[in-house]
Nanobody, 114 residues
Framework: QVQFVESGGGLVQPGGSLRLSCVSS??????MAWYRQTPGKDRERVAS????????WYAESVKGRFTISRDNAQNTVYLQMDNLRPEDTAVYYC?????????WGQGTQVTVSS
């Protein structure tokens, strides 16, 4: 099964930016998504993109601040996160959409705090 490796997380102050990357062990699926999870909560989708990158979806909470993109030749998905807020603190994962692969990566921790 395909596996994902996420990177780019870290500690950032409110209002700061981070760029997450996700490399797939296989060819990206038509729809790919970024998800996030905080302790005690279900994993939620925050952004998704079709193959061409011209059909994008964002959760209301991140709309206007996050940008998803992909490089299909490099089997890589990106998430540019700007104007970060403390409530964006979570572990971020990428996976297929709408049916995620069982091969969830380890995720990358994003912590927004002053």
């Amino acid at each position: 099964q395909v596996q994902f490796v996420e990177s780019g997380g870290g500690l950032v102050q409110p209002g700061g930016s981070l760029r997450l990357s996700c490399v797939s062990s296989g060819q990206l699926k038509y729809f790919m998504a970024w998800y996030r999870q905080t302790p005690g909560k279900d994993r939620e989708r925050v952004a998704s993109s079709n193959w061409a990158g011209d059909s994008l979806w964002y959760a209301e909470s991140v709309k206007g601040r996050f940008t998803i993109s992909r490089d299909n030749a490099q089997n890589t998905v990106y998430l540019q996160m700007d104007n970060l807020r403390p409530e964006d603190t979570a572990v971020y994962y990428c996976n297929e959409f709408p049916t995620p692969s069982d091969g969830w990566g380890q995720g990358t921790q994003v912590t927004v705090s002053s």
